[in-house]
């Protein structure tokens, strides 16, 4: 049984940049063919895919968010971290770390696993 648990500030200023954690239990990030992935839902609106790792360490992004963001991990301490960079309002959300072995879950909202998420909030 796969488990995630995000971590990271609550309260960003706008253009600066946030990093999150997500610590995954249970499984190996580097095994059984799972896409660890970070979405986001904005307040009063659905869910919003930023992008996501391949246990091979290949990267994909939402287009629309490719220039601000990378995500990376780090195999010794089984995590899976997301950059954001040039915060904006906008980005306020709840961000979700999440896992499936198929991609398209992923892109759908329908990953099998689920962190419990942070909240993020972008305001000076």
């Known amino acids: 049984q796969v488990q995630l648990q995000e971590s990271g500030p609550g309260l960003v200023k706008p253009s600066q940049t946030l990093s999150l954690t997500c610590t995954v239990s249970?499984?190996?990030?580097?095994?059984?063919?799972?896409?660890w992935s970070w979405i986001r839902q904005p307040p009063g609106k659905g869910l919003e895919w930023i992008g996501y790792?391949?246990?091979?360490?290949?990267?994909y992004y939402r287009p629309s968010l490719k220039s601000r963001n990378s995500i990376s991990r780090d195999n010794a301490k089984n995590t899976v971290s997301l950059q954001m960079d040039v915060l904006k309002p906008e980005d306020t959300a709840d961000y979700y770390c999440?896992?499936?072995?198929?991609?398209?879950?992923?892109?759908?909202?329908?990953?099998?696993?689920w962190g419990q998420g942070t909240q993020v909030t972008v305001s000076s």
């Open positions: 999440a896992a499936d072995r198929s991609y398209q879950h992923i892109l759908a909202g329908r990953a099998d696993y």
């Open positions: 790792i391949t246990y091979m360490g290949n990267t």
């Open positions: 249970g499984d190996s990030i580097t095994s059984n063919s799972y896409y």
